[in-house]
């Protein structure tokens, strides 16, 4: 049975592609998240722009999540969990990748 995940791509005030994901990815569902990951960063990549992949709202990701963020390295930048910045860093995706950590939810509110 596959983990719990929502995937979804839209633009963002500032016109920015977005592809923000809730819940976990794991093997069981990251198929789905490779599939929105490469649609959306082909999208973004057609106008010239990085897709942002938001974070935010995961707690965790394993090994092939991070493998399919490896593979699009050129084309994204992300907003992580603060739980997933030392994942990051220690795979050394944060040094081909621009890395922002997630606001607080009562920062995001006074933005």
Do not use: C, W
């Not at 998240?33 to 082909?42: I, K, Q, V």
């Not at 739980?83 to 006074?110: F, R």
């Amino acid at each position: 049975m596959p983990t719990a995940l929502t995937l979804d791509s839209a633009r963002s005030k500032d016109g920015r592609l977005v592809l923000t994901a809730l819940g976990e990815i794991d093997l069981s569902n990251v198929d789905a998240f490779d599939e929105a990951l490469g649609t959306a960063a082909s999208e973004a990549a057609s106008t010239g722009e990085r897709l942002t992949v938001d974070l935010s709202e995961v707690e965790y990701l394993d090994s092939a999540a991070i493998n399919a963020l490896f593979n699009r390295a050129d084309h994204i930048q992300l907003i992580a969990h603060p739980l997933l910045i030392s994942v990051l860093t220690m795979s050394g995706l944060n040094k081909l990748v621009h890395v922002e950590p997630a606001q607080p939810e009562d920062e995001q509110a006074q933005a």
